[in-house]
């Protein structure tokens, strides 16, 4: 099936401690973003990426890092600087000539 | 940069009722304005767009309105369904050619439940 995976579903970490979510695409898609999502509000930007090797800082990239060695591949690293960081958090693609952005389903992070 | 208001946050309505959900922004170069749905614990799904060449658009029940002039748009769900019940998020996208091409700002959302 084409589409966006993301894993794992869930993950728990301990304060402190970096965690990596995977992202990847089949639907050959230049851009591809990540969103972080919290209860009763809208998804914010982290960090996007138009092309190979090439990633902007969204509206609340601060404690995240990303890569974009491959195409499908978008990954996603929170790192221990990230003050907040449990939350549901979203990645998407899109065809750089097209509008419509599409999601994955999700990861859940909680951090304890 | 783009800032997007969505309301109400929560909307509560009978089986076969109307449904409208507005939200306003503040880029007057946004020309792209997707509607999203999201169930619980899935991600959002695309259910509607505009360009802000059209003021309106139209796919069986639902329709999108758009007033580029008072920077709003309206998302509204005719003879609503109990499976219409989910989060809605608004969204606004940069004109091209902009370091905000291809990013969406989105509206915080409404809870619709749509009661049998």
């Known amino acids: 099936d084409g589409g966006i995976t993301q894993s794992p579903k869930y993950l728990f970490r301990k304060e402190g401690q970096n965690v990596t979510l995977s992202c990847e695409q089949n639907?050959?898609?230049?851009?591809m973003y990540w969103y972080r999502q919290d209860p009763g509000q809208g998804l914010r930007l982290i960090y996007y990426?138009?092309?190979?090797?090439?990633?902007q800082k969204g509206d609340i990239a601060e404690g995240y890092s990303v890569s974009r060695e491959k195409k499908e591949s978008f990954p996603l690293t929170v790192t221990s600087a990230q003050k907040n960081p449990t939350a549901f958090y979203l990645c998407?693609?899109?065809?750089?000539?097209?509008?419509?952005?599409?999601f994955g389903e999700g990861s859940w992070l909680t951090v304890v | 940069g783009e800032n997007v208001e969505q309301h109400p946050s929560t909307l509560s309505v009978q089986e076969g009722d109307s449904a409208v959900i507005k939200c306003t922004y503040s880029d007057s170069a946004s020309n792209y304005f997707p509607w999203y749905k999201q169930e619980l614990g899935k991600g959002p799904q695309l259910i509607i767009d505009i360009r802000s060449n059209v003021g309106e658009k139209k796919d069986q029940r639902i329709a999108v309105t758009l007033n580029k002039t008072a920077k709003h748009f309206s998302l509204h769900i005719t003879e609503t369904q109990p499976e219409d019940s989910a989060v809605y998020f608004c969204a606004a996208r940069g004109n091209a050619g902009g370091t905000s091409y291809g990013k969406l700002t989105f509206g915080q959302g409404t809870i619709l439940t749509v009661h049998p």
């Open positions: 990426s138009q092309i190979v090797n090439d990633f």
């Open positions: 998407a693609s899109r065809a750089i000539t097209g509008n419509t952005i599409y």
């Open positions: 639907l050959n898609h230049d851009a």
